[in-house]
């Protein structure tokens, strides 16, 4: 199982910016895809998570409104949306599968994590 995060970078406070999760390995269908962030000197967050078969998706509150997630099957590929992005959301950004059914927001509910990529807001 790999899960590849890309897309991160530098943007200013207000910018937008898209995270890919390159999934393989796995049948798509069968695992739910979360999102979490760690800044430095903090602990791993909950950001936002797709469940199984994409039925439903859920965000955390520090992030609702702002960002969201979506896949596409024909690239096993999911995408975190980042808009109106603030100086608090720089962190390095994970993307993690499960099979656990329903909303998962604890990270060790989760099996196989990508390496994680860093995103920096500047103010």
């Known amino acids: 199982v790999q899960l590849q995060a890309s897309g991160g970078g530098l943007v200013q406070a207000g910018e937008s910016l898209r995270l890919s999760c390159a999934v393989s390995g796995i049948t798509f269908d069968s695992y739910a895809i979360g999102w979490f962030r760690q800044a430095p000197g903090k602990e791993r967050e909950f950001v936002s998570m797709l469940t199984r078969s994409a039925r439903s998706s859920y965000d955390a509150d520090s992030v609702k409104g702002r960002f969201s997630t979506a896949r596409d099957n024909a690239k096993n590929t999911v995408y975190l949306q980042m808009n109106s992005l603030k100086p608090e959301d720089t962190a390095i950004y994970y993307c993690?599968?499960?099979?656990?059914?329903?909303?998962?927001?604890?990270?060790?509910?989760?099996?196989?994590w990508g390496q994680g990529t860093l995103v920096t807001v500047s103010s």
């Open positions: 993690a599968a499960t099979t656990v059914v329903g909303i998962v927001t604890t990270a060790d509910q989760y099996f196989h």
